[in-house]
């Protein structure tokens, strides 16, 4: 396991933490997912070029995760998040990362559903606004899930460092 992913993997684990209690991803989390791939891309050893679609794929999955953000109601967050995910992907990574991201997004639903109706069977309200009747459901808990489920798929050469 390399330290990058470890990195990678803490990310996104603080992103969904994140939006799991708050419903808000913070900035700083998306920057500096981005700043580990170009670091990891810079020490690999390898041309950056060969890159390219990685960032390509990242700037239409923010574009989409923008209009999601202006006629939906997805947060704007969960749109960078995605984006700096697809950063990681390379195009053998995409199909792997949106299956899992699909899945994911569907446990939690169903995850969510399940307790919201034990919530409401208890006459209990629940604390976590994520478990109330209505709230929408913290999609940066499956945007990370799906990007760690997935990371296995994703460019190898981005998880070793060559230095020196």
């Known amino acids: 396991m390399s330290l990058v992913w470890i990195g990678f993997a803490a990310l ?3 992103a969904g933490v994140s939006d799991a209690l708050t419903y808000r991803i913070p900035n700083w989390i998306s920057v500096a997912l981005a ?8 020490l690999r050893g390898a041309p950056f070029l060969p890159l390219w679609p990685n960032v390509a794929a990242a700037g239409i999955v923010l574009g989409i ?3 999601l953000f202006r006629f939906t109601k997805m947060g704007a967050g969960d749109a960078k ?10 195009v053998g990574g ?6 899992a991201l699909a899945v994911s997004m569907a446990a939690l639903v169903i995850a969510l559903l399940a307790f919201r109706a034990i919530y409401a069977r208890s006459g209990l309200q629940p604390r976590a606004r994520a478990l109330q009747r209505g709230a929408p459901a913290p999609l940066g808990v499956a945007i990370a899930a799906a990007a760690l489920a997935a990371s296995g ?3 190898s050469t981005l998880w070793r460092l060559n230095i020196g």
């Not at 700043?35 to 810079?42: I, N, Q, S």
């Not at 998040?81 to 390379?90: D, E, Q």
């Open 12 to 14: 996104l684990a603080g």
């Open 35 to 42: 700043l580990l791939f170009v670091l990891a891309a810079g």
């Open 65 to 67: 995760g923008y209009l």
């Open 81 to 90: 998040l995605a984006a700096a995910a697809t950063l990681w992907t390379g």
């Open 94 to 99: 995409l199909y792997p990362f949106f299956v």
């Open 153 to 155: 798929h994703f460019d």
